[in-house]
C-alpha cells in the first residue's frame, strides 16, 4: 500500500513527463490496421491525421515487449490468447485527457435547476465515459453540495481498464483541479505533503459513494436500475453516425423516464433517432411515461 500524507488544498505544478522518442516508423498499412481494431473494438473512428499519435503511444509497448516493428505486435495481439494485450492496446488508443469541472455549466445546471427536486429521493447518476474520474469526483462533488451525504450514488464506467485504476486510486496532480472551485478544493480534497506534494487526494467520504465499472458503450448496461442523470461528454465526437446511434439505443435503456442525458456542448444528437427532448444545448431529457 501507498504511504500518503495528506492535508488541505495547495497550487502545486505537478512536472509534466517527457514523452518518448519513435524507434520504429508506423506504416500506413499498420495505422489502418490499428484504425480497424480500435472501430470494431470500440466505435472509435481514428482519424487519419492520428497517426502520428498512435506512433507515439505504442513506441513504450514495442519496447517492452522486444518488438522490432508494429506488425509483429498486431500479429501478437490477433492471436488467440492475447486477450490481456488486446485490453492493453484498447487502454494505449483511447484519449483520456480531463481535468475537474470541464463544462462548469452542467453542474451549475444541476445545483440550480436538477437537484432541488431531489432533496429527499433517491438519486442515480452515471458517468457513462468516466476517464481517470475527474468527472464522477466533481459529480460527487456537485452532488454533496446539493443534496448532502444523502440517497445518492454515482456509477462510472470506461472501456479503458488502465484509467480506471487510476479513478479507483482517486490521487491527482493538483494541475487538473485549477478549475474547481476553491472552496470545494478545500472541502472534498486533501493536500499531499512530503513525498505526495503536488498531489491531491479525493475525501474518503465522498469516494465511497462511487463505483467504477469496465463498460464498452456499444453494449447495453448490465445494470437492473436506470438512471436519473446520465452524462456522456466529449465521446461522440469519436463516432461515426451509426456507431452514435447504436451508442444511444443502448445508453437510452438505462435513462430513467423524466432523466437527463447531458453530452458536451462541443456535441449534438441531429440526424440521430431519439425521444430523448432537448431541454437547452447539451441537455436532454426522456420523457415520463
Given at each position: 500500500m501507498l504511504s500518503l500524507n495528506f492535508a488541505s488544498h495547495a497550487n502545486d505544478t505537478p512536472v509534466e513527463r517527457t514523452s518518448i522518442a519513435e524507434v520504429v516508423p508506423l506504416e500506413e498499412a499498420e495505422f489502418e490496421r490499428f484504425r480497424r481494431f480500435i472501430y470494431e473494438r470500440a466505435g472509435i473512428s481514428l482519424a487519419p491525421h492520428k497517426r502520428?499519435?498512435?506512433?507515439?503511444?505504442?513506441?513504450?509497448?514495442?519496447?517492452?515487449?522486444?518488438?522490432?516493428?508494429?506488425?509483429?505486435?498486431?500479429?501478437?495481439?490477433?492471436?488467440?490468447?492475447?486477450d490481456l494485450?488486446?485490453?492493453?492496446?484498447?487502454?494505449?488508443?483511447t484519449t483520456n485527457e480531463t481535468y475537474f469541472y470541464r463544462e462548469p455549466a452542467h453542474f451549475d445546471f444541476l445545483l440550480?435547476?436538477?437537484?432541488?427536486?431531489?432533496?429527499?429521493?433517491?438519486?442515480?447518476?452515471?458517468?457513462a465515459a468516466c476517464s481517470s474520474g475527474e468527472e464522477v469526483y466533481t459529480l460527487a462533488m456537485t452532488l454533496a453540495e446539493g443534496l448532502g451525504m444523502e440517497q445518492w450514488e454515482i456509477l462510472g464506467t470506461d472501456i479503458s481498464s488502465r484509467v480506471l485504476d487510476q479513478a479507483r486510486r482517486a490521487l491527482y496532480p493538483l494541475e487538473r483541479a485549477k478549475h474547481l472551485p476553491r472552496a470545494w478544493l478545500s472541502k472534498y480534497c486533501l493536500?499531499?505533503?512530503r513525498a505526495q506534494a503536488g498531489n491531491l487526494l479525493?475525501?474518503?467520504?465522498?469516494?465511497?459513494?462511487?463505483?467504477?465499472?469496465?463498460?464498452?458503450?456499444?453494449?447495453?448496461?448490465?445494470?437492473?436500475?436506470?438512471?436519473?442523470?446520465?452524462f456522456?461528454?466529449?465521446v461522440l465526437i469519436y463516432f461515426d453516425s451509426p456507431t452514435k446511434q447504436r451508442v444511444l439505443n443502448a445508453l437510452s435503456q438505462s435513462i430513467?423516464?423524466?432523466?437527463?442525458?447531458?453530452?458536451?456542448?462541443?456535441e449534438s444528437l441531429q440526424g440521430l433517432r431519439t425521444?430523448?427532448?432537448?431541454?437547452?444545448?447539451?441537455?436532454?431529457?426522456?420523457?415520463?411515461?
Open positions: 502520428q499519435m498512435v506512433s507515439a503511444r505504442l513506441q513504450r509497448r514495442l519496447r517492452d515487449l522486444g518488438l522490432r516493428s508494429f506488425t509483429a505486435y498486431l500479429e501478437r495481439v490477433s492471436e488467440p490468447g492475447h494485450e488486446r485490453q492493453h492496446l484498447v487502454d494505449l488508443l440550480q435547476q436538477v437537484l432541488p427536486s431531489y432533496r429527499g429521493r433517491p438519486l442515480r447518476v452515471w458517468s493536500k499531499g505533503v479525493i475525501d474518503p467520504k465522498l469516494k465511497a459513494r462511487v463505483r467504477l465499472v469496465q463498460h464498452n458503450l456499444m453494449q447495453p448496461l448490465k445494470e437492473t436500475a436506470s438512471f436519473e442523470l446520465v456522456l461528454r466529449n430513467a423516464p423524466g432523466g437527463y442525458l447531458v453530452i458536451s456542448h462541443v425521444d430523448l427532448q432537448m431541454v437547452r444545448p447539451s441537455v436532454f431529457r426522456k420523457p415520463r411515461r
